[in-house]
């Protein structure tokens, strides 16, 4: 089965880079989608496909991906983007099913 | 605007089923489809399965098999997500999203819309 991998916790001083890293073999012939969610709220969806964000979210996120790995970079972090973060992708091998990463929790300090 | 509505807290015994709801609005019903997620208390999010609602195709995850049926009324344009046989470790909060497909260079996908959450507490 898929795995998504992800370090557990990152923390940034408040205006610096930070950035998750999520590792899978999904990942060599997909995207990731990266979510946002911060306690007692549900997921959002901050960066979608090669290097996309939604509408409202801040341009202080941004995407990449190599290999198998792919990346949300915030650069300049705040203190509201403390939260956790997921990556998702679908397993393209065969069962079509989608896939979560272990989550990685972000404090800015 | 586009969202999930989805239906309030359960509270159930051990080995009994919840059906869990989730209403989309803003969009056509069967366009798109809809995962289900929970989140264990302390724990990261985890996918159950999807359905098309169009055609009520449905995948679900392999440790779910046999005990989660994703079903949709067209009509009132609802989808239900029901899981039997519980136990302590389905206390969850439960989220429907809507899944877009997009292309460049990859296939990939990715859940833009989530409902607020379905807190289901099993406990005896």
């Known amino acids: 089965s898929s795995e998504l991998t992800q370090d557990p916790a990152v923390s940034v001083a408040l205006g610096q880079t930070v950035r998750i890293t999520c590792q899978g073999d999904?990942?060599?012939?997909?995207?990731a989608s990266w979510y946002q969610q911060k306690p007692r709220q549900a997921p959002v969806l901050v960066m979608f496909?090669?290097?996309n964000r939604p509408s409202g979210i801040p341009d202080r996120f941004s995407g990449s991906s190599s290999g198998n790995t792919a990346s949300l970079t915030i650069t300049g972090a705040q203190a509201e983007d403390e939260a956790d973060y997921y990556c998702?992708?679908?397993?393209?091998?065969?069962?079509?099913?989608?896939?979560f990463g272990t989550g990685t929790k972000v404090t800015v300090l | 605007q586009v969202q999930l509505v989805q239906s309030g807290a359960e509270v159930r015994r051990p080995g009994a089923a919840v059906k869990v709801s989730c209403k989309p609005s803003g969009y056509t019903f069967t366009g798109y489809d809809l995962n289900w997620v929970r989140q264990a208390p302390g724990h990261g999010l985890e996918w159950m399965g999807r359905?098309?609602?169009?055609?009520?195709?449905?995948a679900y995850a392999q440790r779910f098999q046999g005990r989660v049926t994703m079903t949709r009324n067209t009509s009132i344009g609802t989808a239900y997500m029901e899981l039997s046989n519980l136990t302590s470790e389905d206390t969850a909060v439960y989220y429907c999203?809507?899944?877009?497909?997009?292309?460049?260079?990859?296939?990939?996908?990715?859940?833009?819309?989530w409902g607020k959450g379905t807190a289901v507490t099993v406990s005896s």
């Open positions: 999904s990942l060599k012939n997909t995207y």
């Open positions: 496909g090669k290097d």
């Open positions: 999203a809507r899944i877009i497909k997009g292309m460049y260079a990859y296939i990939y996908y990715y859940m833009d819309v």
């Open positions: 359905m098309d609602p169009y055609s009520g195709t449905t």
């Open positions: 998702h992708s679908r397993d393209n091998s065969g069962n079509h099913l989608e896939v």
